[in-house]
């Protein structure tokens, strides 16, 4: 089995050509490529395995409202499977099969949460009753106006059992959150303020964030 070729240098060259056109751009000089939209960006990982020369996909959306250094999947997460990279014929159509996956994904992904309404639909699909989910909601709804509704979500957040240090930062944006909750606009503002933040740390650009009101 030939794989003396560098499969990582094939794998960033292809997935650059073809994702570069749809606004699809790597980030920094990493396996993952990001579709920003502002308050939420969609993560593309080309993930490694510790054991062969290959790739998984990975695919999903990540909101921009907790100030954190690193991206995650929020929505969504595997949708290809591992596949090794026999030999650079092989590894060269893996690739764009994969970023032809990928540019569908997007597209699809940018439908459903093209707006506040369609992203809460879409993720009140998936989400359960952890805590992270419901911080998620929270924020949704009270973006939309939708006062009651995010008061609701975040108080269960609130109400978690805290051990973790993450967990007691979480908690205490959340009671700072609520106390945003008695004014629309207030609560729009400062999230707008919590966006950037997180966005920077992220090393994502700041930008002037058009939320749509429903």
Sequence with gaps: METSFDHNRLLKKI??????PF?????????????DNGWWTIVIEFQSSSWSKGTYLNIGVDF???PRDYFAFTYGHREKSFEEAKDEAH???IINDYCDFTIKKVKDLRSKFQDLWAATKHFKKQAGNDPWDNFILGVLYGMMGHLSKAKGYLKKVQKEKCEHDFEFERQKLVNEMLTWLGNEQI????M???????RQMKK???????LTLQ
């Design 23 to 35: 606004d699809i751009v790597q980030e920094g000089k990493s396996r993952t490529f990001l579709y």
């Design 204 to 210: 994502l650009p700041i930008v002037d964030l058009k």
């Design 192 to 198: 707008k303020s919590l966006i950037n933040k997180s």
């Design 15 to 20: 997935a650059k050509e073809r994702l570069i």
């Design 187 to 190: 609560f729009i503002n400062n």
């Design 91 to 93: 590894f060269t159509k």
């Design 64 to 66: 921009n409202f907790y």
